[in-house]
């Protein structure tokens, strides 16, 4: 069975437009990176860029979660002694309002010539209008909530020679058992005084009687 591995060239790149209003910045990084890699179609190849543009407008309006916008700090360093400097979000976000997004989604890409290259098809755009409508861009909603791996087929696992199912024998129908309380009544003696004694039976009486000695 061969493996397929994507050519340069090979495949034709589509555009996609995502409105970051009101979106987490690492949330929406991370499902932005898999786009520009290429991870979300199935003819991904790791040594070869595989990846679509992303357009991504109103990036002036993601937010933090928490108190990041002041806990959260940017360092650059400018390769001089004494070059090191540490910026907070909320100073990084009014001076550069695409930087925020950027930086999020520059960190979860590969280490390398190819990952800047993908980097060149993320397009940042402050406020709502875009410059590549030529490139007919298909809206794509972003996920509200933690994000979640994409084209993945989930299949239900397979069951060799499932077990067979016994059968229980049928119990005999038996009697009902009384109740306890319906025993101790049956055998509660009664109270003194509630029961009549028994009264004998009348002798039967003969139509004619015996003559007695007297009368013969």
Not at 16 to 21: L, M, S
Not at 85 to 104: C, H, M, N, T
Not at 156 to 167: D, I, M, Q, S, T
Request: proline share 10%.
């Amino acid at each position: 069975m061969n493996c397929f591995q994507a050519k340069a060239g090979q495949l034709a790149p589509q555009w996609y437009v995502i409105d970051a209003t009101d979106m987490v910045v690492g949330r929406l990084a991370a499902q932005i990176a898999p786009i520009l890699m290429g991870k979300h179609r199935p003819t991904y190849t790791p040594h070869i860029d595989t990846g679509d543009y992303v357009i991504v407008t109103n990036v002036d309006k993601v937010v933090f979660t928490g108190n990041k916008w002041t806990q959260k700090f940017y360092q650059r360093y400018s390769g001089h002694p004494g070059g090191q400097k540490d910026e907070q979000a909320w100073k990084l976000f009014q001076r550069r309002p695409a930087r925020v997004l950027e930086l999020a989604i520059q960190r979860m890409m590969p280490k390398n010539i190819i990952g800047r290259h993908m980097m060149g098809k993320l397009k940042l755009v402050v406020g709502a209008k875009h410059d590549h409508q030529a490139q007919n861009p298909v809206p794509l909603e972003a996920m509200v909530g933690r994000p979640s791996a994409t084209g993945i087929l989930v299949a239900a696992p397979k069951v060799v020679n499932p077990p067979k199912k016994k059968v229980k024998a049928s119990k005999p129908a038996t009697a009902a058992v009384p109740a306890v309380h319906e025993v101790e009544a049956e055998h509660q003696l009664p109270a003194p005084g509630t029961v009549s004694e028994p009264q004998l039976p009348a002798p039967a009486t003969t139509e004619a009687a015996e003559p007695t000695p007297e009368q013969v």
